[in-house]
């Protein structure tokens, strides 16, 4: 009985660990906090309702992600995105969403195709309206159902940290109406190319997809959103 009650001591700890660590890794990277800005245990706990202990461990796994610096005597940072990172991150993610359209023409579900098709029509709806806070939702959604679809829990991951890290930048430019309804139409080039089992032109798509986004991203001014 006590080890069973160990081990769930365990897994609550872990959990409360994890959602500290959220909480502060999305007012990361949701911009919250300024470049260098210190992050105080105590602060954090009492905001978040929880000891030092889960804030102190989930800043140890931050500074591994490199969204934080702690120094030795004096304290956490947040170490911010930076205009290299981001551009960085959409090579990277041109080549991974390729990779990732192609593997979800191969393994998609009906039900995962239906959800696809869902998620478009809602998004070419509220592209119409003008409805940016939706459609970057919408925008998140499309992009994780297809990472799921890949069928590589690796890739996954991998797509959606990076997809994370660069949330400032991608509601900015989805916020503007030209590069809203060019990004939706792209979606249907992709999702269409999935349905009729294209997988070279779905991965040329997804390719071509991210690298008009970042074209859009400089166009806009990486200096107006970091």
Not at 32 to 55: D, F, M, W
Not at 171 to 191: L, N
Request: hydrophobic fraction near 35%; aromatic fraction near 6%.
């Amino acid at each position: 009985m006590q080890d069973k009650q160990g081990h769930k001591e365990s897994r609550d700890k872990y959990s409360l660990r994890g959602k500290v660590f959220e909480s502060i890794r999305e007012d990361i990277l949701s911009g919250r906090y300024e470049q260098n800005t210190e992050l105080k245990e105590t602060a954090i706990g009492a905001e978040l309702g929880v000891s030092r202990t889960p804030v102190r461990e989930a800043l140890r796994q931050l500074e591994l992600e490199g969204l934080v610096s702690i120094i030795p005597n004096r304290g956490a940072y947040v170490n911010m995105i930076t205009a290299k990172d981001v551009q960085d991150i959409y090579v990277i993610r041109s080549m991974l969403e390729g990779l990732c359209a192609r593997w979800a023409t191969e393994h998609i579900t009906r039900e995962q195709l239906d959800n696809l098709e869902e998620t478009l029509c809602l998004t070419e709806y509220h592209t119409e309206k003008k409805n940016y806070d939706k459609l970057y939702e919408l925008d998140s959604l499309f992009h994780e159902q297809l990472y799921e679809a890949g069928g590589s829990r690796i890739l996954n991951h991998v797509l959606s940290d990076f997809h994370d890290y660069v949330k400032m930048v991608r509601k900015a430019t989805i916020s503007t109406s030209s590069r809203s309804v060019t990004s939706t139409e792209e979606h249907r080039a992709i999702f269409e190319a999935i349905r009729d089992q294209d997988a070279d032109r779905a991965e040329a798509l997804a390719k071509e997809h991210v690298k008009h986004t970042i074209e859009s991203i400089r166009a806009y001014g990486l200096d107006k959103i970091l």
